[in-house]
């Protein structure tokens, strides 16, 4: 049973920066491509951020290009997002997806199963 939980929201204030983890299991790590999303209250879930199997090509959306660093061990099953910078508007809960088997990683229909998410909060 694939299972992928993420670590290191919290609180954090406009300027200041966190950094998320997801810890995978269940799954052939290496195969997959990994990436990052997030729903803020009333909104739909975006795609934030993705990586390829090799951690060679890395995707990110408009909103947090310059700002958020995804990135992968694959000897410890985990993935990173290292976020610089934040807005209030980065407000939400962010959630740790797998792609699909043969997967780039570079669109949101990529991923197929996500985490239960963590909550990101940050004050103006």
């Known amino acids: 049973q694939v299972q992928l939980v993420e670590s290191g929201g919290g609180l954090v204030q406009a300027g200041g920066s966190l950094r998320l983890s997801c810890a995978a299991s269940?799954?052939?790590?290496?195969?997959?491509?990994m990436g990052w999303f997030r729903q803020a209250p009333g909104k739909e879930r975006e795609f934030v951020a993705g990586?390829?199997?090799?951690?060679?090509?890395?995707y990110y959306s408009d909103s947090v290009k310059g700002r958020f660093t995804i990135s992968r061990d694959n000897a410890k099953n985990a993935i990173y997002l290292q976020m610089n910078s934040l807005r209030p508007e980065d407000t939400a809960i962010y959630y740790c997806?797998?792609?699909?088997?043969?997967?780039?990683?570079?669109?949101?229909?990529?991923?197929?199963?996500w985490g239960q998410g963590t909550q990101v909060t940050v004050s103006s």
């Open positions: 269940g799954l052939i790590f290496s195969l997959h491509a």
């Open positions: 990586i390829s199997r090799s951690a060679g090509s890395t």
């Open positions: 997806a797998r792609g699909a088997l043969g997967s780039s990683g570079r669109l949101s229909q990529d991923y197929n199963q």
